[in-house]
């Protein structure tokens, strides 16, 4: 199956820095989010990008399809960002599935 | 809009007990699923629903694990009887077709 790779796996940062997230995956993908697992454990959607760049406030990611590879980016970053970032992707023959990286545990410092 | 809800929160069981997880997915979704979480890695699919009809399956141990969303809309999880490796976060999610997947706050079980 599809494998995903996600990096740093963790990572520690002062309140105010930027941070860059990158997201492998070893085939060719109809769907791509991000993802912010609070410390409640509650999963919140932060895009839906299977190709191109997006921009929320703070955060944007791209998605550059035909390289297999997707950055988030984090600016100017808070305590509230701490948490675990996911990168999940979806193979089109597997239904809508989404396989799951391991993961990026931020932790911001104030 | 409301979200994805998910009854309990908490369950704690020993070994061997049976346990039933409930799920209410954003209204009009009629795509369903169950992801098992276990403490350290991303969440796995264990079984999605389309309507009722189950579209995939094939990770949910169903000699314990079994799911049923009987009339399209509410979905509960069953794991009968509980083993310690069981113990982790259920997610259920839903989505508007192939797009976008919502998640619920998850039921944290642990097995003793």
């Known amino acids: 199956g599809i494998q995903v790779e996600q990096s740093p796996p963790d990572l520690i940062l002062q309140e105010g820095a930027n941070s860059t997230l990158r997201c492998n995956f070893s085939?060719?993908?109809?769907?791509l989010q991000w993802f912010h697992q609070n410390p409640w454990g509650q999963l919140i959607n932060l895009f839906y990008i299977p190709s191109g760049t997006k921009q929320n406030g703070r955060l944007s990611a791209t998605t550059v399809a035909t390289e297999r590879y997707s950055l988030l980016y984090i600016s100017s970053s808070q305590t509230t960002d701490s948490g675990v970032y996911f990168c999940a992707v979806v193979r089109g023959e597997y239904g809508n599935k989404l396989v799951f990286g391991a993961g990026t545990i931020l932790r911001v410092k104030s | 809009e409301a979200g994805v809800a998910q009854s309990p929160r908490y369950k704690i069981i020993e070994k061997r007990q049976s346990v039933a997880f409930w799920c209410n997915p954003i209204?009009?979704?009629?795509?369903l699923y169950w992801y098992q979480q276990i403490l350290g890695q991303g969440p796995k699919l264990l079984i999605q629903?389309?309507?009722?009809?189950?579209?995939?399956d094939s990770q949910l141990p169903k000699d314990r694990f079994s799911a049923e969303r009987l009339k399209g809309v509410d979905s509960t999880l069953k794991i009968q009887p509980a083993k310690l490796e069981d113990s982790a976060v259920y997610l259920c999610a839903s989505s508007s077709g192939v797009t976008t997947q919502y998640f619920g706050p998850g039921t944290r079980l642990l097995v003793l």
């Open positions: 085939d060719s993908v109809n769907n």
């Open positions: 209204s009009g979704h009629a795509t």
């Open positions: 629903f389309q309507n009722n009809g189950v579209v995939d």
